[in-house]
């Protein structure tokens, strides 16, 4: 099945820097790709959704990139603040029926 | 987000019955349980769409999901196990695994088992 490796598990960013989050998936089949931020003792929420003919999309300070040929989703903090803040999973679906898979996670720490 | 409610926020519980409820006022179709271990992803438990369970993961008997409409989900857990001490999140969907799915999360359930 599909499997879902994220890095880096752990990221302090002064803040104002910017932060890159890659995740690599297994299944060519892949078609839908999100990112959620999860903040302490909260659920998910989703921040961004991008189908596979989509290889760039910006949306309110967050970049996230698709690289189709070397199965990588990338997401990118520009100016982060301490709102920014939290842990960020990437999850991948391969469509209909097919669950989120998500990867392991990346906790973000924006320094101020 | 206060569109997904769950209950309770917080359960300890010895070797006991218990039943976690959800709501979701966003009249979707899809209704999920997943749960969430410390420091781990959230992992899908089961996957309901117009109350049908269409996604039944690997998991133990003593959780029995339940969808009396489309707007609730039930989780009842029996003679729960320590390592079934987790938070447990309900989500929606627009439709169950159209593809383009845009899950919304609850606020979690946070199980401890004693």
């Known amino acids: 099945g599909e499997q879902v490796e994220q890095r880096p598990p752990h990221l302090s960013v002064p803040e104002g820097d910017s932060a890159v989050i890659i995740c690599t998936y297994t299944?060519?089949?892949?078609?839908?790709f999100y990112w959620y931020k999860q903040e302490p003792g909260a659920g998910l929420q989703l921040l961004m959704s991008?189908?596979?003919?989509?290889d760039r999309k910006e949306e309110q300070g967050l970049t996230v990139l698709l690289n189709k040929k070397d199965k990588q989703l990338s997401l990118n903090l520009t100016a982060a603040h301490p709102g920014d803040s939290a842990v960020y999973f990437c999850?991948?679906?391969?469509?209909?029926?097919?669950?989120?898979?998500f990867g392991s996670g990346t906790k973000v720490i924006v320094l101020p | 987000n206060t569109k997904i409610t769950q209950s309770p926020r917080y359960l300890i519980l010895g070797r006991a019955n218990k039943s976690l409820e959800c709501e979701q006022h966003?009249?979707?179709?899809?209704m999920y349980w997943y749960k969430q271990s410390a420091e781990k992803p959230p992992e899908l438990m089961f996957l309901?769409?117009?109350?049908?369970?269409?996604r039944n993961e690997t998991v133990p008997s003593r959780f029995i999901p339940e969808c009396p409409d489309s707007s609730k989900l039930l989780l009842h857990i029996s003679a729960v196990d320590p390592e079934d001490s987790a938070v447990y999140f309900c989500?929606?969907?627009?439709?169950?695994?159209?593809?383009?799915?845009?899950?919304?999360f609850g606020h979690g359930t946070k199980l401890s088992v004693l």
């Open positions: 989500a929606s969907s627009p439709t169950g695994g159209a593809g383009n799915e845009r899950l919304f």
């Open positions: 299944d060519s089949a892949t078609a839908y």
């Open positions: 991008v189908f596979s003919n989509v």
């Open positions: 999850a991948v679906s391969a469509g209909f029926a097919s669950a989120l898979t």
């Open positions: 966003l009249g979707h179709n899809a």
């Open positions: 309901y769409n117009l109350k049908q369970l269409i």
